[in-house]
């Protein structure tokens, strides 16, 4: 009740509402008391006098609706009037602000405000200028960074790929030896592992920057073709994949979804237990009225509850994963991509029995809903 | 920098040119197609030059990151010089814009150096027959 009543009380707008509803009030009121001052109602209360003019008419309907509509025009004139001179900047401002958090940051309220209006508007123009400046500063260093990051990764792999290339060469001319070729191989794994890793790296960092290409994807068929992409891993851990026939279809950047899928369903192909022959399931349903879902899920190492958001952040391997090649960026930039798609990544897992990984993307983003 | 040996006439040898300013590209191109190294003639180019013009490969391997100009301005280059030729685009990282630029130039599909030593045989081979 007291909140209800402090929001009345604070109500800017209500309050001048209400102003110019009394002051239009008291316009008409003072109308009425000027014109009552010069008349004089005879004792029938029928006849009215105007100065020296008579006139006979029926004051009984004082209070009929012609006068009330009199009394109520003005209030409602004054009071739309008030608004306008008053509260107009206010809704200007309203609607600048929402321009300026929907992302718009090209706004700027009219320099014609007085008083305190003109004072806010001034400050609101100079707090829009110099977001726009930080954010156009914030884009240019994003710039800057996805360029540096692109260098090192390109100016590293050079040098990398020599030392691998001269490896391999070294390596055939090793003359049989066992242990120069194993120290070759070392080198060369090491080498390899480095490659992944800037590649990793690049992938990483160019979620954020590249432009989104949003269309409309067949999940089937895109799954289908990575599962195809990821032949040798499947023949190698003769893994059984059971794709659902229809895949709901989602609207995203296509390149950007393979990565996604392709890191989902490589991990389930490499995390599996030890001498078991990962099973996993691809399915799609619709989760509510807002929202769709794709889930991918195996018989696989599975970790425990606690390690959910450790997996999710750059760099973080699992105790249990360690033996399995990687360089714990798969899931990072899974999560990276997802959240520029608006949808979301959970995960359900057990030790030693498997994960179930659920991507939920809002319907608006979404063709054709799951048969 | 032409190099060809064999006892393979010329004119039945497959004619690779590579665009690389990294000479270990020609190393590594040569030790990939070692195999069948006696049946190419790889012409080997630092830089996109006008005496290009006097070679007809079969198959072109450009370099994305040339010291001399960037990956679109290479590539506007080579479409000028050999318009209906096959190539392939080469680089340490795939540019951003590489699938643009394989529809826009009509470019046989993005090969990684990292992957060149395992693919460029195979790729040598589908392009003989």
Same mark, same amino acid.
């Given at each position: 009740?007291?909140?209800?009543?402090?929001?009345?009380?604070?109500?800017?707008?209500?309050?001048?509402?209400?102003?110019?509803?009394?002051?239009?009030?008291?316009i008409?009121?003072?109308?009425?008391?000027?014109?009552?001052?010069?008349?004089?109602?005879?004792?029938?209360?029928?006849?009215?006098?105007?100065?020296?003019?008579?006139?006979?008419?029926?004051?009984?309907?004082?209070?009929?609706?012609?006068?009330?509509?009199?009394?109520?025009?003005p209030?409602?004139?004054?009071?739309?009037?008030?608004?306008?001179?008053?509260?107009?900047?206010?809704?200007?401002?309203?609607?600048?602000?929402?321009?300026?958090?929907?992302?718009?940051?090209?706004?700027?309220?009219?320099?014609?405000?007085?008083?305190?209006?003109?004072?806010?508007?001034?400050?609101?123009?100079?707090?829009?200028?110099?977001?726009?400046?930080?954010?156009?500063?914030?884009? #240019?260093?994003?710039?800057?960074?996805?360029?540096?990051?692109?260098?090192?990764?390109?100016?590293?792999?050079?040098?990398?790929?020599?030392?691998?290339?001269?490896?391999?060469?070294?390596?055939?001319?090793a003359?049989?030896?066992?242990?120069?070729?194993?120290?070759?191989?070392?080198?060369?794994?090491?080498?390899? #592992?480095?490659?992944?890793?800037?590649?990793?790296?690049?992938?990483?960092?160019?979620?954020?920057?590249?432009?989104?290409?949003?269309?409309?994807?067949?999940?089937?068929?895109?799954?289908?073709?990575?599962?195809?992409?990821?032949?040798?891993?499947?023949? #190698?851990?003769g893994?059984?994949?059971?794709?659902?026939?229809?895949?709901?279809?989602?609207?995203?950047?296509?390149?950007?979804?393979?990565?996604?899928?392709?890191?989902?369903i490589?991990?389930?192909?490499?995390?599996?237990?030890?001498?078991?022959?990962p099973?996993?399931?691809?399915?799609?349903?619709?989760?509510?009225?807002?929202?769709?879902?794709?889930?991918?899920s195996?018989?696989?190492?599975?970790?425990?509850?606690?390690?959910?958001?450790?997996?999710?952040?750059?760099?973080?391997?699992?105790?249990?994963?360690?033996?399995?090649?990687?360089?714990?960026?798969?899931?990072?930039?899974?999560?990276?991509?997802?959240?520029?798609?608006?949808?979301?990544?959970?995960?359900?897992?057990?030790?030693?029995?498997?994960?179930?990984?659920?991507?939920?993307?809002?319907?608006?983003?979404?063709?054709?809903?799951?048969? | 920098?032409?190099?060809?040996?064999?006892?393979?006439?010329?004119?039945?040898?497959?004619?690779?040119?590579?665009?690389?300013?990294?000479?270990?590209?020609?190393?590594?191109?040569?030790?990939?197609?070692?195999?069948?190294?006696?049946?190419?003639?790889?012409?080997?180019?630092?830089?996109?030059?006008?005496?290009?013009?006097?070679?007809?490969?079969?198959?072109?391997?450009?370099?994305?990151?040339?010291?001399?100009?960037?990956?679109?301005?290479?590539?506007?280059?080579?479409?000028?010089?050999?318009?209906?030729?096959?190539?392939?685009?080469?680089?340490?990282?795939?540019?951003?814009?590489?699938?643009?630029w394989?529809?826009l130039?009509?470019?046989?599909?993005?090969?990684?150096?990292?992957?060149?030593?395992?693919?460029?045989?195979?790729?040598?081979q589908?392009?003989?027959?």
């Open positions: 009740m007291l909140k209800h009543l402090y929001h009345y009380i604070t109500d800017i707008k209500l309050k001048y509402k209400i102003f110019g509803a009394f002051l239009g009030l008291t008409t009121l003072l109308g009425y008391i000027e014109l009552i001052s010069k008349t004089i109602i005879a004792s029938d209360g029928t006849t009215l006098h105007f100065g020296k003019t008579a006139l006979t008419i029926d004051v009984s309907g004082l209070f009929s609706f012609w006068p009330l509509l009199g009394i109520c025009i209030i409602f004139f004054f009071s739309w009037l008030v608004t306008q001179l008053v509260i107009s900047p206010i809704n200007e401002m309203q609607k600048e602000m929402a321009e300026v958090i929907s992302g718009n940051l090209n706004v700027s309220i009219s320099s014609h405000h007085k008083g305190e209006f003109g004072e806010m508007a001034e400050l609101f123009n100079l707090m829009a200028k110099s977001l726009k400046a930080t954010q156009e500063e914030l884009h #240019r260093s994003n710039q800057e960074l996805e360029q540096f990051a692109a260098i090192v990764a390109h100016d590293l792999k050079e040098p990398l790929r020599k030392i691998m290339f001269y490896s391999i060469l070294f390596q055939e001319n003359c049989g030896d066992p242990l120069s070729k194993s120290r070759i191989q070392n080198i060369i794994d090491v080498s390899n #592992r480095m490659t992944t890793l800037l590649n990793d790296l690049l992938e990483f960092s160019r979620v954020s920057q590249k432009k989104q290409e949003c269309e409309q994807i067949n999940t089937t068929q895109m799954v289908t073709l990575v599962t195809s992409d990821l032949h040798a891993l499947i023949q #190698r851990t893994a059984d994949i059971h794709i659902a026939p229809h895949l709901p279809t989602i609207e995203a950047d296509p390149l950007q979804m393979r990565i996604v899928f392709q890191n989902l490589a991990n389930a192909l490499k995390f599996h237990r030890p001498n078991i022959p099973i996993i399931t691809i399915e799609g349903q619709l989760r509510d009225s807002q929202h769709v879902e794709i889930t991918i195996d018989n696989g190492i599975g970790f425990n509850t606690e390690d959910t958001l450790k997996i999710f952040m750059p760099f973080k391997r699992l105790g249990n994963a360690k033996d399995v090649e990687g360089t714990g960026l798969g899931l990072s930039t899974v999560k990276r991509i997802l959240d520029r798609h608006h949808a979301k990544i959970s995960v359900t897992s057990t030790p030693n029995t498997g994960s179930v990984f659920s991507l939920i993307f809002p319907i608006s983003s979404i063709g054709d809903p799951p048969k | 920098m032409t190099h060809s040996e064999n006892p393979v006439p010329q004119a039945h040898k497959l004619s690779i040119l590579l665009i690389d300013d990294d000479a270990l590209m020609s190393e590594m191109v040569r030790y990939a197609l070692k195999s069948d190294i006696t049946n190419v003639v790889l012409h080997v180019y630092t830089d996109i030059d006008i005496q290009l013009k006097n070679i007809n490969p079969s198959l072109i391997l450009v370099d994305l990151n040339l010291t001399s100009s960037d990956g679109e301005a290479t590539l506007q280059k080579i479409r000028e010089i050999f318009p209906h030729h096959a190539v392939i685009p080469i680089s340490g990282i795939a540019p951003l814009r590489i699938q643009e394989e529809a130039y009509r470019l046989e599909p993005f090969l990684s150096k990292d992957n060149l030593l395992q693919n460029l045989h195979a790729i040598v589908k392009k003989r027959t």
